[in-house]
């Protein structure tokens, strides 16, 4: 079985081009499938018409119209044990419970905190999404 049958695809949502597109390809690099998205109205279509496939959301937390926070709680109301991952430059958000990788953050860092992530949720035991 390979990685992308074990978790499925990282759907990575963030307004900032450079900071996508550079995820991306960090997470492309370390053998997983990236789908992006450049915001959280465009992030939830795309989840709506893919859920199945999805095997993390990775969703910076401040963008314009549907921010990363109401993303998650929209795409959690679908499927609550999907892992969820937000990046942000504001340190808060750590303070609430969530996880989050600071920006920036190196390449490694990105890659380990994914791991981690994917790796904590692994042994929950996740049923199809309903369609």
Known sequence: MTRDEQIGTILL????????ELARRFLEAAGYTVATASDGEEGLR????H?????????DVL???IDGLELADRVLGIDS????????????HAHRGLECLAKPFHPAELVEK???VLKANAHLERTAPAA
């Open 114 to 116: 994914v791991g981690r």
């Open 46 to 49: 795309f989840y709506q018409e």
């Open 81 to 92: 044990q999907l892992p969820v991952l937000f990046m942000s430059g504001d340190d808060w």
């Open 51 to 59: 859920q199945s496939s999805i095997g993390l959301l990775l969703t």
């Open 63 to 65: 963008m314009p119209n």
């Open 13 to 20: 949502v963030d307004d900032n081009v450079d900071i996508r």
